[in-house]
Structure formats: structure tokens, C-alpha cells
Nanobody
């Protein structure tokens, strides 16, 4: 029932910033914890960040801690990933997802996926 659409990906120089958005549709959007994941060519999809349904709790992967910020605006049915101090190793397709709680999302036990948006960081 929940549909997610990512946007905001593109090309950026190392050290630069980019803001990804995930627009959600569905009457139960507020009931879900949400998160961001990424997948580089030839690699497994990995967890990036998660946010609780209220926005009060957040979790980040060690690789992005201190550089990325996750937020959500339930009134706008939108989740964001602010990416600062980008590195070439951040290059990947970024996906947003929704799950029943934070534990589920951080362990990639999610119920809904977006289609992804490409982020490329050049050196």
C-alpha cells in the first residue's frame, strides 16, 4: 500500500553535499519507521540510516556517522537524507524503505522499497 519515490541524486565533487528526498504515499505513512540504504555495483545493499516514525530516534551506519543526517516531515509525507563531506566511496544507488520499527529497518527487514536514485561522487 505504501509507495516510496526517491529523488535528489546526481553528480557531486568529493567534499560536497547532496540532499535526497523520499516521497511517500499512503494513509499509514506515519506508522512506519524509515531508512536509507545504498548499493554500489558488485556489492550487497547496505544500511545507511534509519529514523523512527515520530522522527525522535535516528541510527547511522559507522561509515556515514557525522557526515549524514536523516530527517522526516510527516506533514509532507517526505523523508530526507542530507549528505555532507561526500566521498567517492559514497557512490551508489540510494534507496529509501519503510518498516514496522527501528529494529526491523536497521536489520533491513523492511516492507516497502523505493526505486532508487543514483549518487555519484567524483574525486
Amino acid at each position: 500500500q505504501v509507495q516510496l519515490v526517491e529523488s535528489g541524486g546526481g553528480l557531486v565533487q568529493a567534499g560536497g553535499s547532496l540532499r535526497l528526498s523520499c516521497a511517500a504515499s499512503g494513509r499509514t505513512f506515519r506508522n512506519y519507521a524509515m531508512g536509507w540504504f545504498r548499493q554500489a555495483p558488485g556489492k550487497e545493499r547496505e544500511f545507511v540510516a534509519a529514523i523512527s516514525w515520530s522522527g525522535a530516534g535516528t541510527v547511522f551506519a559507522d561509515s556515514v556517522k557525522g557526515r549524514f543526517t536523516i530527517s522526516r516531515d510527516n506533514a509532507k509525507n517526505t523523508m530526507y537524507l542530507q549528505m555532507n563531506s561526500l566521498k567517492p566511496e559514497d557512490t551508489a544507488i540510494y534507496y529509501c524503505a519503510a518498516g514496522p520499527n527501528m529494529a526491523a529497518v536497521t536489520s533491513i527487514r523492511v516492507d516497502y522499497w523505493g526505486q532508487g536514485t543514483q549518487v555519484t561522487v567524483s574525486s
